[in-house]
């Protein structure tokens, strides 16, 4: 991972993933619950190194991915991947239970922001399950009046970055 951002006392710093990271990334699984899981992937995660082989499928371009590192651990990562040929990209995030509700989320997708516009992605679409008012919170901090589409339970918005 290349460093972005130094950790400051009492906040972890911020890295940008690289496909190798499987260890660090694989240390997140364990620090999420199943339920944050879910919320993440909309599926149980039986088997942790398939999950992990889907977080690094990252190129640095058509998709990356922010962490954040505390005490040299991955506490969180937020990722991008464009939608193919289009000036827009999907979100994913997730922050290790014991570091949700500090700002982590805000941080890494601001800092992931930057990274995509950088790659000409204007736009980023997020896909959220009905009742996580985590990430629309989360949401409506990033992008406030983003509306969200919904349809079987999933709500489905996309924001300018
Ligand atoms: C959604 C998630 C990424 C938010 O990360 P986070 O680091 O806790 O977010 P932040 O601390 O930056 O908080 C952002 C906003 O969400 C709010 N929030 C965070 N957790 C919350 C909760 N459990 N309930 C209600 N609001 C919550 C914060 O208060 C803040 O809102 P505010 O600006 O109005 O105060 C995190 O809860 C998570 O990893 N959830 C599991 C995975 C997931 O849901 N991913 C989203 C779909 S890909």
Do not use: C, K
């Amino acid at each position: 991972m290349v460093e972005i951002e130094a950790p400051r006392s009492g906040h972890p710093g911020l890295a940008e993933l690289e496909p190798g990271d499987e260890e660090a990334v694989a240390g997140l699984f364990g620090r999420m619950s199943s339920q944050s899981l879910y919320r993440r992937f909309f599926s149980p995660v039986l088997r942790v190194e398939q999950f992990t082989r889907l977080v690094l499928r990252i190129d640095g371009h058509e998709r990356a991915a922010v962490a954040a590192i505390a005490d040299g651990e991955v506490v969180g990562v937020a990722q991008y991947s464009r939608v193919s040929r289009a000036s827009r990209a999907d979100l994913a995030i997730m922050v290790a239970d014991a570091w949700q509700r500090q700002g982590l989320g805000t941080r890494m997708v601001a800092a992931l922001a930057v990274r995509a516009a950088a790659e000409g992605i204007e736009a980023f679409t997020v896909d959220v399950q009905g009742d996580n008012h985590a990430a629309m919170r989360l949401l409506h901090r990033m992008a406030p009046g983003t509306r969200l589409a919904f349809s079987g339970g999933v709500g489905e918005g996309e924001f300018h970055i």
